[in-house]
Every structure is written in C-alpha cells, then in structure tokens.
C-alpha cells in the first residue's frame, strides 16, 4: 500500500456514493425473489377485483386500465412508504447510519442511491404487473406521446422519493410513532390519490388536497398520456400537471435536504439519533 | 499543511442530557467528558485506556465529528471537529467493537466496495485495495460470502478492512476486539501492528479495558476514568511508576473473616489490594512497599484462618498502575470484603 488512495471530491463523489448506495437494493431484488413474488401477487389481486366490478357494473372499459395503472403504481407508493420511509431506522439499528455520517460525502447522495434503487425495485415489479394484467385482462394503449410520458414518469418518481427521503428523516426522528402513522396512511392513500379510478371522481377539492401526494398528479397525467382516446378523464390538462409535478419535485426535495441536515445537526448536539442503540 | 498533532483537545466537554430521568432526583444530565486536554503525535498507535462508562466512545465520537463538544476544543490533523467537519472526515476512519454495519445480503467484497465509493475511490482502486486486504488479513477465500453467513471474528476482520480501506490518515478503534475469540483477538492486533509498521506516518488512536492489549499495542497511553485523564505515558514510563514497590499475588481459600481493626491494609507495608473472587480460592494482588513486608501479610492471614494455595511476586502491570490511579480494579470483578 505504498501509493495514496485518490479521493473524489463534489459532483463525482456524489455519483459514487449514489450507485453505492443504489447496490444493494438493485443486487437484493434479484437475490430475494420471494419478495418479487409478495408485491406482485398482491396488487395482481386487488387489481383484479376492481376490474371484475367495473365490468359486472358495466362500468367504460378503459376503467379495467385505470385499475391495472394503480395496481402497477402500488409498488411505488409501498416502496416510498416502507423501504425509503423505514430505511434510515434500520440503517442506524445495523450501524450504517454512523458511517454514512462518518463518511465525506453529503447524506443527500446517499439517500438518492437508496431512491434509485428503490425505484428499480419497484419498476420490476410494476412492469411485472402490468404485463401481467394488460395480458390477463385484454388492456389496450395508446400512447400519445413516449417522450412525454418518460418525462411525466421522472418528474413524478423525483417528487415521489423526495416526499420518500422526507419519511426517512421523520421516521428516525420519532420513531415507532410514524411508524404507525404510515401503516395508517397506506390504504386511504389508495383512495383518496385515485389508484383505482380517475382521481377527478372524487371532486376538484379532494383532488387538490391529495395531490400533495405527487402519485395523484403522476397518475392522473400518465392516464391522459397513455389512454389518450378517452376524453375527459383527467383532473387537470397533462402540461398544467406537469408543471405542478415540477414545482412539487422542486420542493419536497429541497425539503428532503433540509431535514436531513437537520437530522445530522440534532444527532450531533444530542448524541443519539445517528448512533446505534446498545 | 501539516499540524504538529493527529489529536489535540483542550479542557474538552461533553455533557449528555438524560431524557425523561426515571424518578425526580435521577440527573438530568451525565457529565461524560469533564475537561479532557490531550497531545497525540503523529504517527503510531495511542491508546485510551479505561474502564466501561469511562468516556472513550464519547472521545471518539467528538474526535470523529459524530458528536458535537459541550466546550473545549479538539483538532483533528490540525482541524476543528466543529467547523471542517468534512475535511477531516476525508482523512479518518473508525472502527467499532461489535460493529455489525453493511448489508447481508452483499457479499464481503461487495461490501467493502460500497464502502470505498462512500470515499470516492475509483473502481480499480477500490477493488486493487479490496485484494491486498483480503489477502492480508487472510480471508480472501470469504471475498463471494454473503456477510450474513460470516461468523463475528470474520465479520470484524471485514469492519477492519472497510475502516482501513479509505486509506485514512487518523484511524479510531473503540475497543476493536470486544467480543472476539482469542485468536481473532490477536489477528485484528497482528494486523494493526503491520499496517502501522508499513505506514508510519499514520495515526491510530485505540480504546481499550484490556490491559495487555493496551500494553501490547501502544506506542503510547493515556488512563481515562469518570471523564477524566488521570495520566499520559508510554507503558512502560507507566508501570516505573509502581516499579519501586513489590506486587505480589496471593491465591488464599478460604480467606476467612477479618478482625475488627485488623484488616490487610493495616498491615505494615501494604500500599495497595485488590481482591478477586474466583470459584475456588480468592486472589489478593496486593502491592508491597517491600519484601520485608510479606511475613507481616502471612502472619495476618494466618491469625483470621486463611488457608495460602499459591504466592507469587510478579513484574508490574498496567492493572497495578490502573490500582494505584483509580484505587480499584480496571474490570471490575464482584468485591470481597478483605
Ligand atoms: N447518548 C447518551 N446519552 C446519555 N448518556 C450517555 C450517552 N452516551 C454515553 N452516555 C454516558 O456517558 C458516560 C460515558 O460513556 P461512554 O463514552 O460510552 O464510555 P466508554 O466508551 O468509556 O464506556 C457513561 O456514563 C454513559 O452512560
Ligand atoms: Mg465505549
């Protein structure tokens, strides 16, 4: 070990922990399959269920597309709320938490890994349920624009995962609390951001006040795209959504960053928080 | 830039709050460091030595920009943990006891990776250092486990590979071998020695409430109790300082009750006692302002009934000087009346 280890430093260093951090969950997912199995059996159900009442009540077909959007987008919502939201708890439990601190890179670059990783996971596993479904129940598309929609898709995961990197500080702040919070939120967000129907259903002011959940916007916009035929389902027009999504993005992230170094600033003066209980 | 120190720390704080004290009169707060000034220099191995709820982790915690001071100063490689927090943890790393970071389902090497992009190596780099520390340490046939499948010992072994992997210039080791088998034990301070001898620029600073340890690994040591530091010297400038008297080591069963007002330490001669409780025989280490002494101490056991298995005079250690600073045993074994 004669020669010095050359360290990067800014943008590059921010890279490096990013992927770092992003391994993990992308090697788990294929290492743990039965998890794979779990997250997509559900949704495949529930998703199921709402298209056999939506055509035993005669409902339009494209609501069994509708269905197979949410049920898909489930997995997002679910990674968001307990592998970003819980991540960082466990992370201290196991002693990570001290060396990401420890280490010279932003914790920021480290929660963006998780995120991205989490958003693999998660990808699998939509896609598995939506071509699972789309074959199952004879789903048609049409998409009226693929650039627009990939956009639509990364601003939406963006304002997610920061909404996610948010979870993660506060779940470690207060601990078993949140917890409860969010195993309480995880069904009525399915409701009230629209998962299984258009979110416009439920009212312009239900509407507005869910889209603080950046799914709402996110999958009302990529139902427009993707269905395009259909007219009129949508809460608002896809570009307004889109600018929305943007400034959401904007602020849970900026959020997000705050909190963390509020995180670190409380666990350095406290001395708990970033240590390992023993 | 180079400072002068790896460490230094002037009149250094650290009070924790206690949150939600279990009865009223229970503190609000623990004074963990109380005023700590200390000099490392650069290069070598110092170690801190003390018993538990010393104040050695919180040291290390401040040292390492985990832990804000209460007051007081501390530098690390000339900076302050305070301010430059990310410069200095550019240069440190640091290893715990029964440390169980990482993720299990990665394999060794995939772990120790993850780790040295968190520092920004290149990739080549990263897994270049990855081979010569495997291959050091002796676990290279373990590179593909899953570390969840790995046993402490070679879980350690891995904890010490990520901590010296980043290549740092200041390495903090709080109490590395806590929970190892004898074997790991000696491994972990076989490879401490070596990397120190091949880079001798660097620092370690390594807590311990293991004596030999202590005294086997450090260039110099300081003693730490109650949050303060009670002396700073090489071993052994440490132990000179209990040389000028004799120890000695009684196994007595059974020892028998003391007298009223005539108890060991009111032998003549007896400076010091520390007494262990041991299944089959009590151990009196006791120090001597000579040999002359002994006779007395004989005499005296054998007015209360002690029956003497094995006597002994033996070199000084650590523990003695431990003894002679804190006036009880660094570990602390259940206390027999003497
Ligand atoms: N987060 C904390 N909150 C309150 N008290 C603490 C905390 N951490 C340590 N202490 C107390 O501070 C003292 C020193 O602890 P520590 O630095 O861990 O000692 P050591 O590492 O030498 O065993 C102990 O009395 C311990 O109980
Ligand atoms: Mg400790």
Redesign the interface.
């Known amino acids: 070990m004669s020669t010095r280890a050359r360290k990067a430093t800014g943008i590059t260093l921010f890279w490096r922990i990013l992927w770092a951090r992003a391994y993990p969950r992308i090697v788990g997912a294929w290492r743990e399959k039965d998890w794979l199995f779990f997250e997509t059996v559900v949704p495949l159900g529930t998703t199921a269920g709402f298209v056999f009442v939506y055509r035993a009540a005669g409902a339009p077909p494209e609501f069994a597309g509708f269905a197979v959007l949410g049920g898909a987008m489930t997995a997002f919502w679910l990674n968001v709320l307990w592998a970003m939201g819980s991540q960082l708890y466990w992370d201290k439990d196991g002693g990570n938490l001290e060396l990401y601190v420890l280490s010279p890179g932003p914790l920021m670059a480290i929660l963006v890994g998780m995120a991205v990783g989490g958003i693999f996971m998660a990808s699998v596993r939509a896609v598995t349920v939506i071509v699972v479904a789309s074959l199952l129940f004879n789903i048609s598309y049409q998409v009226s624009s693929l650039p627009l929609l990939i956009l639509v898709f990364l601003v939406t995961m963006a304002a997610l995962y920061g909404l996610g990197m948010i979870f993660a500080s506060v779940f470690l702040a207060s601990g078993r609390e949140a917890w409860h919070l969010a195993n309480l939120l995880q069904e009525p967000i399915y409701l009230v951001s629209g998962f299984y129907f258009p979110v416009s259903a439920l009212g312009f002011w239900v509407a507005t006040f869910a889209s603080v959940i950046p799914l709402t916007l996110g999958m009302d916009a990529i139902r427009q795209i993707i269905f395009s035929t259909q007219s009129n389902i949508g809460f608002l027009p896809v570009e307004t959504e889109l600018i929305l999504l943007c400034f959401l993005a904007v602020i849970l992230l900026a959020l997000a960053w705050y909190s963390l170094r509020k995180l670190e600033e409380i666990g350095r003066r406290d001395g708990r928080l970033i240590e390992r209980r023993r | 830039m180079t400072a002068n120190y790896a460490i230094e720390t002037y009149d250094l704080k650290?009070i924790?709050?206690i949150?939600g004290p279990k009865r009223k009169d229970d503190p609000a707060e623990r004074v963990a460091l109380g005023g700590v000034s200390l000099q490392v220099a650069r290069g070598g191995l110092f170690g801190l030595l003390g018993p538990n709820g010393a104040g050695k982790t919180?040291l290390i915690?401040i040292l390492?920009?985990?832990?804000?001071p209460s007051s007081g100063r501390a530098l690390v490689d000339g900076l302050d943990v305070t301010k430059d927090v990310?410069e200095i943890?550019?240069r440190?790393?640091?290893v715990?006891g029964?440390?169980?970071?990482?993720?299990g389902?990665?394999t060794v090497e995939?772990n120790l990776?993850?780790?040295a992009?968190?520092?920004?190596?290149?990739n080549a780099?990263a897994k270049r250092?990855i081979d010569?520390m495997l291959e050091v340490v002796g676990i290279a046939d373990r590179r593909r486990t899953k570390i969840a499948d790995l046993s402490t010992g070679l879980r350690q072994k891995m904890n010490f590979i990520r901590g010296f992997i980043?290549?740092p210039d200041i390495i903090f080791l709080d109490e590395p071998t806590l929970g190892l088998d004898v074997t790991a034990a000696r491994d972990v301070r076989e490879f401490v020695k070596r990397w120190l001898r091949?880079?001798p620029d660097r620092t370690i600073l390594l807590t311990t409430h293991y004596m030999a340890e202590a005294d086997e690994l450090c260039d110099r040591l300081a003693i730490i109790d109650s949050g303060k530091l009670l002396v700073e010297d090489t071993p052994a400038g440490l132990k000179k300082r209990v040389q000028d008297e004799a120890m000695f080591v009684l196994k007595v069963a059974p020892l028998g009750k003391p007298v009223e007002g005539d108890r060991i330490e009111d032998v003549p001669g007896v400076q010091r006692l520390a007494v262990t409780d041991h299944d089959a025989h009590v151990e009196l280490t006791m120090a001597l302002t000579g040999e002359d002494a002994l006779p007395g101490v004989l005499a005296h056991l054998s007015r209360r009934g002690a029956g003497l298995v094995s006597l002994e005079k033996r070199e000084p250690t650590l523990e003695d000087v431990f003894i002679q600073l804190v006036g009880r045993r660094l570990t602390e074994a259940a206390g027999v009346e003497a």
């Open positions: 650290r924790y709050k949150r919180t915690k390492s920009t985990l832990l804000l990310t943890r550019r440190i790393s640091m715990s029964g440390e169980t970071s990482g993720f389902l990665l995939e990776w993850m780790f992009r968190f520092y920004g190596l290149e780099d250092r010569e980043s290549d091949q880079n």
